[in-house]
């Protein structure tokens, strides 16, 4: 069993930053693809950033440069600082990764349950 917990959502006030974090447990073999994908009210959810297991990363063209992407694959944890926030990043922000639990089985994709963060005066 994989299980993805989420934290650091919360209230911020536009121009403000937040961190969210993200950590895989269970059974895990390798993790490869970390990512965050966002959901707001009435929009398909849509990605963030990717990251993979050697550190190589992708953006989506709103959030270059004020977003980065991050893990630590010690802890099987990826990070998303989120600086200079705007109100329409006001979204429930999910992590994703891509797991093999063990050497000899395709990898799966897990979600987290989301995390809202709110970007408002």
């Known amino acids: 069993q994989v299980q993805l917990v989420e934290s650091g959502g919360g209230l911020v006030q536009p121009g403000g930053s937040l961190r969210l974090s993200c950590a895989a447990s269970?059974?895990?073999?390798?993790?490869?693809?970390m990512g965050w994908y966002r959901q707001a009210p009435e929009n398909q959810r849509e990605l963030v950033a990717v990251?993979?297991?050697?550190?190589?990363?992708n953006y989506a063209d709103s959030m270059k440069g004020r977003f980065t992407i991050s893990r630590d694959n010690a802890k099987n944890t990826v990070y998303l600082q989120m600086d200079s926030l705007r109100p329409e990043d006001t979204a429930v922000y999910y992590c994703?990764?891509?797991?093999?639990?063990?050497?000899?089985?395709?990898?799966?994709?897990?979600w987290g349950q989301g995390t809202q963060v709110t970007v408002s005066s």
């Open positions: 990251i993979n297991y050697a550190g190589s990363t």
């Open positions: 269970g059974s895990i073999f390798i993790i490869n693809n």
């Open positions: 994703n990764a891509e797991i093999k639990t063990t050497p000899w089985m395709a990898q799966n994709d897990y």
